[in-house]
């Protein structure tokens, strides 16, 4: 059977010729640096100090902010689970930057298309795709660097799809960020075993009864030439990329009613699936909070990372005056912001969207206001050895 995951071939890792994976996989790490810190991250730290175990610890870490890049055709963190993976395991073999950046582009591809072709099923069955895919893609990823057989590939994926998981009914607690790097350790296991001799049939696994795409929902469609990272959101605000419309119509309309009595955010349903916290208790649940961050917006401006570590009361009080309601005629990441008796927004691309994508500078703030200047110049020498990036980052023993 051939392989149903796509292994995108021979990725070119010159500094120049690979900007849109370089940016993604900065992106990730600065996340990675602030989240490393955070109390799930803290906890996976704890849990051990082999490759796996920390491996885990940076997954967590990078997407313990809900910072961290997004595929919107799949609504998955593409990079999550993939980019710890490479990097670590790319360490820990002695490789460069321009071997992790390849197996990192191959990993990251295979989430992207992976979660595009479950999508909206995987999301409406109440999984994370970010877990349920990243998981594979971080196989391929250590498949690479690792210089598997094909043969072996397939066990690996095989075995890998064995374990997919993660449940959306996470988001707003740190469940979330936990089951990404698990699912990142998974991949390093799966490929592991498969060197280690491990067999399993991946017709039977992936298509058969009661196989991966039965139980997913997931029929698989190869993905067109076209690579996602040409897709992929940088974002701009630390919360669910659902809320980023919302928190731009908010911010359009700040000031235009200073103590408005009632405010209505429009979204598209899986919007509204995703960011589903109405009331939220701590700063974990506000990122998934439409109407937290609507009031949020449009009495303190657009949100950061630190305005995440508490719930701001006056900020609960206007949201609790804010409704949403769904609407199937937006776009899935569109909102529409009005304030009764008042003005409306709309929005359709936020800051950090294909569309709309944040020029050098922007990145570059992001960047640093993450990490500081401990990353600069980083992934910019494809011959440099990874284990100078992990250093960069914290994520060796040595920290």
Not at 47 to 52: E, S, T, V
Not at 139 to 165: F, K, M, N, Y
């Amino acid at each position: 059977m051939e392989v149903p995951i796509l292994v995108t071939p021979g990725i070119t890792t010159d500094a120049h010729a690979a900007p849109p994976y370089r940016v993604a996989l900065l992106d990730w790490l600065a996340c990675a640096v602030a989240g490393s810190h955070e109390p799930a991250a803290r906890a996976a730290r704890a849990a051990g100090d082999g490759l796996i175990e920390r491996i885990a610890w940076a997954g967590c870490a990078g997407h313990v902010l809900d910072y961290d890049d997004t595929f919107s055709p799949g609504l998955v963190h593409a990079s999550a689970a993939v980019a710890p993976v490479a990097l670590l395991v790319g360490a820990e073999l002695g490789r460069d930057v321009g071997a992790v950046l390849d197996a990192y582009a191959a990993g990251f591809e295979t989430t992207a298309a992976l979660a595009r072709a479950g999508h909206p099923a995987l999301y409406e069955r109440g999984w994370h795709p970010t877990a349920v895919c990243g998981s594979i893609g971080a196989a391929i990823a250590a498949a690479r660097l690792s210089g598997l057989t094909p043969e072996q590939v397939d066990h690996a994926v095989a075995l890998t799809l064995l374990r997919a998981g993660g449940l959306r009914s996470g988001f707003g607690s740190d469940g979330k960020a936990l089951q990404v790097g698990l699912a990142a350790a998974a991949g390093l296991q799966a490929v592991r075993l498969a060197q280690g001799g491990a067999r399993v049939p991946l017709a039977a696994v992936w298509s058969g009864p009661a196989g991966f795409e039965q139980v997913f929902g997931v029929s698989w469609a190869r993905a067109a030439d076209e690579r996602a990272v040409t897709e992929n959101w940088i974002k701009a605000y630390p919360c669910c990329l659902a809320t980023h419309s919302t928190i731009e119509a908010g911010l359009e309309l700040r000031g235009s009613a200073p103590a408005p009595a009632a405010v209505t955010v429009r979204v598209h349903p899986l919007a509204r699936a995703a960011a589903a916290r109405d009331d939220p208790s701590d700063g974990l649940q506000a990122k998934f909070s439409i109407p937290y961050l609507a009031a949020f917006a449009l009495l303190r401006g657009a949100p950061a990372v630190p305005d995440f570590e508490t719930v701001d009361e006056e900020v609960r009080d206007l949201a609790r005056r804010v409704t949403v309601r769904t609407d199937l005629a937006l776009s899935e990441m569109a909102a529409r912001l009005e304030i009764e008796g008042g003005p409306t927004a709309h929005v359709e691309s936020p800051l950090g969207s294909p569309g709309r994508p944040m020029d050098e500078r922007a990145l570059l703030r992001k960047v640093r206001e993450l990490a500081g200047h401990r990353l600069d110049g980083v992934l910019d020498d494809p011959t440099a050895p990874a284990a100078r990036v992990v250093a960069a980052a914290g994520f060796d023993l040595a920290q």
